[in-house]
């Protein structure tokens, strides 16, 4: 059967059967929309407080405001707190300033949204541009809240700084008081520092390690000019695995040996207070020299070693076959200490 209805001069046709639940619908939106007809040719409307009228009787009540009656329990008190932290991670030091919590009510679902906001300066450490990108989350005593999508970590030119946000959806179960932010993967160094001026902190904080004295050869000299401890590797914006830091010597070659020769990663070695020896990481690029000999300044080599080396160690040089002078002398050591 084919059923036309005639709704203020438009047609709606329809050539399906409908069943009898369909037409009791059917019908009740005709008898709906012709009540709203009628409403209005007699003179109705609506009121100021949103009341259908019609012929000057309210006939319903139309409303969009939430029920401030009941208004949405359990949520945390907006509010801005000092942090006044810092930490270093993946090639960064990071500053966090202060934070912020604000919560928010969505108008049609009634569902209050509560977002902490961390605001950061980044200053990048290494030489190139680059993303802060470890896994960042704050934990409590009973819950963990990552990073949102939202955080705003835009790239930091190299040797500069940069303003970031940190930005955690949290829950009514929030605790301030013990919240930490936990910085990194658990297979690599972590940091952690409380949301507060006060209480444990591990910063990763690099540790300058007094070193200097000559390494020489015949024809070739490294001049020490110190030493640092770090659990990240700055221009490559990594951390050291979990329990382990990055020892970087820093010295100036001397070589009088002509042309431009290379040291390799293997021709250093590190001899630890274990006695055990381990391979320097990445060598030195090729270095210019001549009789008289020419300096080349501000070179380094790196080693990993076990966290909180202390003790006494063995740097052993043994440079490729032409730096080996007419004395036929193949090595060198230099021995340092950290306390």
């Known amino acids: 059967m084919t059923e036309a209805v005639h709704l203020r001069g438009y047609i709606v046709v329809s050539d399906r059967r409908r069943t009898a639940g369909e037409r009791l619908v059917w019908r009740g939106a005709l008898a709906i929309t012709a009540f709203a007809l009628v409403a209005t040719a007699c003179g109705g409307g609506t009121d100021d407080d949103g009341n259908v009228q019609a012929g000057g009787t309210t006939v319903a009540t139309v409303s969009s405001q939430r029920d401030v009656t009941n208004p949405p329990t359990g949520t945390l008190p ?8 810092e930490f270093w991670h993946s090639g960064f030091h990071a500053e966090v300033s202060n934070g912020e919590i604000v919560s928010t009510t969505d108008q049609l679902s009634d569902q209050t949204t509560t977002v ?20 960042i989350a704050v934990v ?51 940091a952690r520092i409380p949301l507060n001026p006060s209480g444990a902190a591990t910063r990763l904080a690099p540790t300058t390690v007094p070193m200097s004295g000559v390494l020489s050869m015949q024809l070739i000299d490294l001049t020490f000019t110190g ?35 290379n040291i390799f990663a293997d021709n ?21 020299g001549s009789d008289q000999g020419i300096t080349t300044a501000d070179q380094s080599m790196s080693f990993l070693v076990d966290d909180m080396p202390a003790g006494d ?18 090595d060198a050591t230099f021995e340092f200490s950290i306390g």
């Open 268 to 288: 250093l070695a590190l001899i630890l207070p274990s006695g055990i020896a381990i391979s320097a990481e990445g060598g030195v690029n090729a270095i210019a």
């Open 116 to 135: 902490l906001t961390l605001a950061v300066t980044l200053e990048n450490l290494g030489t190139d541009s680059g993303f802060f990108g470890p896994d």
């Open 313 to 330: 160690y063995v740097l052993r040089f043994s440079p490729g076959s032409w730096f080996v002078g007419d004395d036929d002398v193949t």
């Open 78 to 85: 907006d509010q801005t707190f000092v942090v006044g932290q």
């Open 227 to 261: 030493a640092e401890l770090r659990y990240d590797k700055p221009d490559l914006h990594r951390n050291a695995p979990a329990g382990k830091q990055v020892l970087t010597l820093n010295f100036d070659i001397l070589s009088r040996k002509g042309g431009n020769w």
């Open 140 to 190: 409590t005593a009973n819950n963990s809240y990552p990073a949102s999508f939202t955080s705003e970590l835009n790239e930091v030119p190299g040797g500069l700084k940069g303003q970031a946000s940190l930005v955690f959806n949290i829950d009514p179960a929030f605790d301030l008081d013990t919240a930490e932010l936990l910085i990194g993967d658990p297979s690599l160094s972590q």
